[in-house]
């Protein structure tokens, strides 16, 4: 309730005048106003920190986890077929070895992936390739599978080396291998990446997450 000032008294002749002033406090805004405030904020900060729990697919089919607004087309508990340089076939092979999800191929050793596969083709050194290839995907939003690949082959292992390149330095590093004949297979005719591309793989590298929270 308002609250009142002190009365005022006056007299004339003999008789006394009592006037009241009520106080005029400033007004509240609207209560509609104020709950639009506060479920724009409450939406602010959900779609900052929004993981869609919906399945959500790439254009070439892969599910995407978006976070922050970014992309990332891997996760830990992916199946190894999603991984880069895994098909269906040795995807096959992998499973009944018992590496089914990306991280048990990331957390078992490759000496003893390579063992349990028992094939000559799958080397120790094919192995470890996956791991690095699938670790990069994992980490780096919208880094997509044939990027890793390239970045692998040239000796990127991880988001932190790719962050700390510049992106002259890097395309240079990667020429001998696009045009090899390993490099033509990976880009399957398509042209390689230009200088505008690596510029991005660089800035994503620098908001990369944690393999953890992968």
Same mark, same amino acid.
């Given at each position: 309730?308002?609250?009142?000032?002190?009365?005022?008294?006056?007299?004339? =002749?003999?008789?006394?005048?009592?006037?009241? %002033?009520? %106080?005029?406090?400033?007004?509240?805004?609207?209560? =509609?106003?104020? /709950?639009? %405030?506060?479920?724009?904020?409450?939406?602010?900060?959900?779609?900052?920190?929004?993981?869609?729990?919906?399945?959500?697919?790439?254009?070439?089919?892969?599910?995407?986890?978006?976070? =922050?607004?970014?992309?990332?087309?891997?996760?830990?508990?992916?199946?190894?077929?999603?991984?880069?340089?895994?098909?269906?076939?040795?995807?096959?092979? +992998? !499973?009944?070895?018992?590496?089914?999800?990306?991280?048990?191929? +990331?957390?078992?050793?490759?000496? /003893?992936?390579?063992?349990?596969?028992?094939?000559?083709? +799958?080397?120790?050194?094919?192995? %470890? /390739?996956?791991?690095?290839?699938?670790?990069?995907?994992?980490?780096?939003?919208?880094?997509?599978? !044939?990027?890793?690949?390239?970045?692998?082959?040239?000796?990127?292992?991880?988001?932190?080396?790719?962050?700390?390149?510049?992106?002259?330095?890097?395309?240079?590093?990667?020429?001998?291998?696009?045009?090899?004949?390993?490099? /033509?297979?990976? +880009?399957?005719?398509?042209?390689?990446?230009?200088?505008?591309?690596?510029?991005?793989?660089?800035?994503?590298?620098?908001?990369?997450?944690?393999?953890?929270?992968?």
């Amino acid at each position: 309730m308002p609250a009142e000032t002190p009365v005022e008294a006056s007299t004339s =002749g003999s008789r006394v005048i009592v006037t009241r %002033r009520r %106080r005029q406090l400033p007004a509240e805004p609207a209560s =509609g106003a104020r /709950r639009a %405030r506060r479920v724009a904020r409450r939406e602010q900060l959900a779609a900052q920190l929004k993981v869609d729990p919906q399945p959500v697919t790439s254009e070439d089919g892969q599910p995407v986890e978006r976070i =922050g607004g970014m992309r990332f087309f891997l996760s830990r508990t992916s199946d190894v077929v999603q991984a880069p340089s895994i098909g269906p076939k040795t995807a096959e092979i +992998l !499973h009944g070895a018992g590496v089914r999800t990306i991280e048990e191929l +990331l957390n078992v050793p490759a000496e /003893r992936i390579a063992e349990k596969l028992n094939q000559k083709r +799958l080397t120790v050194e094919v192995v %470890r /390739r996956w791991q690095v290839q699938a670790q990069l995907v994992c980490r780096i939003p919208e880094l997509r599978g !044939h990027d890793a690949q390239i970045l692998a082959a040239c000796g990127i292992s991880t988001p932190e080396a790719l962050a700390s390149r510049t992106p002259a330095e890097l395309l240079a590093a990667m020429k001998p291998f696009l045009e090899s004949a390993e490099g /033509r297979r990976v +880009l399957r005719s398509q042209s390689g990446p230009d200088l505008e591309e690596v510029t991005e793989w660089i800035q994503w590298a620098a908001n990369a997450r944690p393999l953890r929270a992968a």
